[in-house]
């Protein structure tokens, strides 16, 4: 065995026993750690350093009581949590998720993932993550905004434009930013960069909305480029019905692709005319209503109940998942081969498990890991800083042909690590070792902190 393969060896045996039963955040880490042997292999001098022990440490962890009432006026309690991973190269940066599954576990894969994601933008950012097990999900809008009040009551004293800068994620959006935002300026006064994905009448910027989705496809985009070939004509297959699949289908459809799918945590569509976007956008954003109303506007369509979308039979060439962690297991990655997929590229964090990437590997699809393919939502949220500082706002095309450029540079920059490190066309390992590699420079230049 080689002296990194011990090396790395010993510190997962380290995070398992200080990490026992948070299994996301160990998958993550599993995911990780030997993609980077060949990056410790040709510099060793980051092995004897011990950096890689000390950046899985987390900065900081905060975790905290969210006391709350609902509109009869029982009192209630959830977990609110900000994990401040890494510092090294700007503040943290990250957002927050509103979801009934969210864990000590939870946000730290999350804001490992960050690191390397923000990392990967090119920007000033370094990684956190956070959020709540509270579930936004038929809630009146009154409780969410006095549940919204109570997290910023505490989280206040942890942030700052600066400092920290939370975001939206799964079951926080426009809504709760707004309410966060509005109780943060009565604590603080108006600090305009402390959120981002703010509404932008008070400093949101223009495509933070798009951007995950927008960026997604840009990613695939430039892939496509790389081999001679675009998204004219292809076939998709996208899960999720939020933020980042509304704004990846409009994307695809703009490029002239055909996305036929989406889905909730009930059940998915199929609709062999393609997803009518103004329809998901009427439904998810206006009525917040579920997605087995979409066939009464669209007779051809079929809502299949309790189904997971990537059991599909239908054939497609790119799948790019946009719903939550762990939904393709290895077994539905399977089902990806049968249907023809030659892409698979992530929209949300985390969705294959590590026996789905490695169906990915065997059956030669290429794979766009969540932490290069999803990181223009963060990119953005960058640029909506940058304005904040400027106290500026730019155009959309001016953001947009920003995001557009970043996702290729991310796209380049991993197809271009994996080559130099021996492991061409393997992008989670080109996004990992370059995203730890300028990481790990910042630490090691700062010192021993
Ligand atoms: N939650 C998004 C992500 O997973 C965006 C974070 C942000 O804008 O800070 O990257």
Redesign the pocket.
């Given at each position: 065995m080689s002296k990194v393969t011990e090396y790395l060896q010993s510190i997962m045996t380290k995070i398992e026993e200080k990490n026992s039963g948070e299994s996301e955040y160990l998958q993550a880490i599993h995911e990780f750690i030997p993609t980077i042997t060949p990056f410790l292999e040709k510099n060793p001098a980051y092995m004897e350093q011990n950096i890689l022990e000390i950046l899985l440490e987390p900065e900081r962890i905060i975790q905290f009581r969210v006391p709350w009432q609902d509109d009869q006026g029982n009192w209630k309690v959830n977990r609110g949590f900000r994990v401040q991973y890494n510092s090294a190269i700007g503040p943290y940066?990250?957002?927050l998720?509103f979801h009934p599954t969210v864990s000590a576990s939870v946000v730290k894969f999350?804001g490992f993932e960050?690191i390397f994601?923000n990392s990967l933008t090119g920007l000033p950012?370094g990684g956190g993550?956070g959020g709540s097990d509270f579930d936004p999900k038929g809630k009146s809008d009154n409780e969410v905004m006095r549940f919204c009040q109570s997290f910023m009551t505490e989280l206040q004293k942890y942030i700052g434009p600066d400092m920290d800068?939370?975001?939206?994620?799964i079951g926080v959006g426009g809504r709760e930013i707004g309410y966060l935002f509005g109780a943060y300026k009565r604590l603080n006064g108006y600090h305009t960069g402390v959120l981002?994905?703010k509404p932008l009448s008070y400093w949101g910027s223009l495509v933070r909305t798009e951007a995950?989705g927008y960026g997604l496809v840009y990613f695939v985009k430039h892939l496509l480029a790389d081999q001679k070939d675009s998204f004219s004509g292809k076939k998709v297959i996208v899960s999720g019905s939020g933020n980042v699949a509304i704004y990846a289908i409009e994307k695809v459809h703009e490029l002239g692709g055909k996305v036929y799918t989406c889905s909730d945590s009930s059940g998915y569509v199929y609709d062999p005319d393609g997803i009518d976007v103004a329809l998901l956008k009427e439904l998810k954003e206006v009525k917040r209503a579920r997605l087995s109303e979409y066939p009464s506007a669209r007779p051809k369509a079929t809502y299949y109940a309790g189904e997971s979308v990537w059991t599909s039979t239908e054939s497609y060439e790119i799948a790019l998942p946009c719903a939550t962690q762990n939904e393709i297991t290895s077994e539905l990655a399977q089902n990806l081969v049968t249907q023809g997929v030659k892409v698979v590229a992530e929209g949300a964090?985390m969705p294959s498990t590590l026996a789905a990437v490695h169906v990915y590997q065997e059956h030669g699809i290429q794979y766009g890991p969540g932490k290069a393919a999803?990181?223009g939502?963060?990119a953005?949220?960058a640029l909506e800083m940058a304005q904040n500082s400027q106290r500026l706002p730019w155009t959309f095309e001016q953001v947009d042909q920003e995001l557009d450029k970043i996702m290729a540079t991310i796209f380049e920059t991993c197809r271009d690590t994996a080559k130099e490190y021996a492991v061409p066309g393997d992008l989670l390992s080109g996004a990992n070792i370059a995203g730890f590699a300028k990481v790990t420079q910042a630490m090691i230049s700062q010192g021993l902190v």
């Open positions: 940066k990250g957002g998720r999350l960050q994601k950012i993550k800068v939370p975001a939206g994620d981002t994905g995950t964090n999803n990181a939502g963060v953005v949220s």
